[in-house]
């Protein structure tokens, strides 16, 4: 290859890969849009919870946004100081109930203007699948010891709303504990982009019916994918 060659060579994959870059940096900034303007949604019994998911290919796209507040500003943060590829903030209510059995035990014993006060202790306690605790009252005081367990299935995913749409990212979490219900979530997922631009070496060959010769010449090709799957 001559000179001339090797410099249209090089402006080509130049243009090529500033263009995708534009591309990407476009889908980001659409993406954040997108996540940004979105709320919770919830199922029917409120077990399941769903948001537009911050899916882009370059990390600052992200992190150099200003002027962001709340559990976006978390994950932000968050992001920033894992340098995580994955991220997530979760937030959730659980909102225990149930009836247990009630022991009375002796309690403190009062005396006061020649009359005797007694004032039992009251004490229950339970355990279950989603909890466990004990609670012991008595008569100017209540303690209480419990604990609630929590599990959840989470997942990001791409959701095209319709047909000719552009799909966007999604993140749904599900909650096992019927008790539980998820007040905020938001996730951070760095997507890896397909490679579309293929340079490197190649052979060309060429064979002339006419003469029957075959001719053979070493070369640099360049490849570039319309559609990326």
Request: a positive charge; charged letters at 20%.
């Amino acid at each position: 290859m001559n000179r001339l060659n090797w410099i249209l060579l090089a402006t080509v994959v130049g243009l090529i890969i500033s263009n995708r870059r534009s591309c990407n940096q476009v889908d980001d900034q659409q993406q954040i849009i997108h996540a940004l303007a979105d709320t919770v949604k919830y199922n029917a019994d409120s077990t399941k919870a769903w948001i537009a998911d911050f899916q882009v290919s370059q990390a600052k796209d992200f992190t150099k946004i200003k002027g962001l507040e709340g559990t976006v500003l978390q994950l932000q943060e968050l992001v920033k100081k894992t340098n995580a590829y994955n991220a997530a903030v979760l937030k959730n209510i659980s909102r225990i109930k149930g009836v247990s059995q009630t022991t009375v035990l002796p309690g403190d014993t009062i005396y006061h203007d020649s009359i005797l006060y007694l004032y039992p202790t009251y004490f229950t306690d339970w355990k279950e699948k989603w909890s466990e605790g004990e609670i012991t009252a008595k008569k100017d005081t209540i303690a209480y010891s419990f604990k609630v367990y929590n599990e959840f299935e989470l997942s990001q995913s791409w959701k095209r709303e319709k047909w000719f749409k552009k799909r966007v990212g999604e993140a749904t979490v599900k909650n096992l504990n019927p008790y539980t219900i998820t007040t905020e979530i938001r996730t951070f997922n760095l997507q890896t982009k397909p490679n579309r631009i293929n340079l490197g070496p190649s052979i060309n060959m060429n064979y002339s019916f006419s003469s029957g010769h075959l001719t053979i010449s070493p070369g640099i090709s360049l490849q570039y994918s319309l559609i990326g799957w």
